[in-house]
């Protein structure tokens, strides 16, 4: 019986408190916070190789997880869907995931306008670019002549789109 009244008693006391509330930390999910690519990206699941990708290589990581934002800290990233790394897996090593990376990122932000008026990019890996040619009856947009550019994710450093292949380095 003392249990019960010793329960009865605690009840209002545990409901009237705001159990592991910080009201000076933002929700990172409302609009109103600024987001990096990373943020955005991260949850999606279609994109999970690309970023266990990213999160290996620091200096770009930090590149696309930043949120202090100059003009010339936007990006454009291309990002390739689980199912194109299963087609071309091994055009990549450990040892070459950087260049990887660098070769899926643009400087600066291409808004899907600016994109479909673009024939051609300089890629973040020097001496390659990936060019691009935007269909008008299908409105489309393909780049290095195969990987289809889909949906696209608005962030504060810059844009992502999703992809349907790697892009591979033009050998020289």
Same mark, same amino acid.
């Given at each position: @019986? ?8 605690? +009840? &209002? /006391? ?11 930390? &933002? =929700? ?14 991260? &949850? ?6 690309? @970023? ?27 990002? &390739? ?17 950087? =260049? %990887?990376?660098?070769?899926? +990122? ?8 600016? /994109? ?13 670019? +990936? ?5 008008? %009856? ?13 949906? $696209?994710?608005?962030?504060? $450093?810059? +844009? ?13």
């Amino acid at each position: @019986m003392m249990q019960f009244l010793c329960l009865l008693l605690l +009840i &209002p /006391l545990v409901f009237s408190q705001k159990l592991f509330y910080e009201p000076s930390v &933002p =929700d990172y999910r409302a609009s109103s916070v600024n987001q990096s690519l990373f943020d955005k990206l991260a &949850p999606d699941s279609s994109l999970s190789t690309f @970023m266990d990708v990213l999160t290996q290589i620091e200096d770009i990581f930090n590149l696309l997880n930043h949120t202090d934002i100059t003009n010339d800290q936007q990006f454009t990233v291309f990002c &390739p869907v689980n199912n194109a790394f299963r087609e071309e897996l091994d055009i990549y090593t450990r040892s070459h995931l950087r =260049d %990887f990376l660098r070769n899926h +990122i643009v400087l600066g932000k291409l808004d899907p306008e600016a /994109l479909a008026k673009t024939h051609s990019v300089d890629t973040l890996l020097p001496g390659q670019t +990936i060019s691009i040619k935007y269909h008008f %009856f299908s409105k489309k947009t393909i780049l290095n002549g195969h990987a289809v550019v889909d949906t $696209n994710v608005e962030a504060v $450093n810059g +844009i992502a789109y999703k992809i349907n292949h790697l892009l591979r380095p033009v050998q020289s």
